[in-house]
């Protein structure tokens, strides 16, 4: 087992370089404190992308700072480059283990930013970061009933959910397995299922509005119901 002493000599630089502070959370705002670099992390926890697609996710970002940002991360241990094999052969990023253990502290974060009135759930949405806020909006405590899988399909990007146990899992999808899902949401854009998920629109409003619903329509709304957010306390 390492001693303090070897630990801090083995990673002498990659810690200490903002705050000189021994706290761990102060060490994570070193990793991603700076600007974007969590909303990167974010979009590949649900899997590998392609630099054009982070840039199509986070369009507020130049494709410098991204290109900083993604060999920010690669240093530090975060996420790695691989090149996928033919006939794709293009580079993609994704997150290694520590990188994918980020994911509770970004959900528990997203929940307590949500608790501010300062909070504006209309500006704009990626579709993972959508599907993330599913996780870390579960209502809490028991969710009775029967395991659900649901697909979506945002902003031409699909996913599926499944709860069971009462834990919600989100993963990407294939068109065979949305095909096999009890319902299924498809929007050209976030917001429309935000109204669904958090405002409880009625479906038949929520279609009007541009949202489809297929599948087993009272496995949708039970579906819908189980999600919330949190009080306002500041």
Known sequence: MESLKETGARHAGSH???YQDACGTAFAMELL???????VVRELLLGPRRFSDLRAALPGISAKVLTERLAGLETAGVLLRRRLPPPAASQVYELRAWGHAAEAPILALA????MSRGHNPQLPLSPVAFMLSLRAMLAPGPVSGAPLRVGFTVAGESFLAEFAGNALAVRRAT??????ADASFTAEAPLPLLRVFYGHQPLDQAEQGG????GDRAAAERFASMFALPEKLA
């Open 111 to 114: 929940r307590w930013a949500a």
């Open 16 to 18: 200490g370089r903002w």
């Open 175 to 180: 068109a065979e397995e949305l095909a096999g």
């Open 33 to 39: 404190g700076e600007r974007w670099s969590m909303l």
């Open 211 to 214: 949202v489809r619903v297929a």
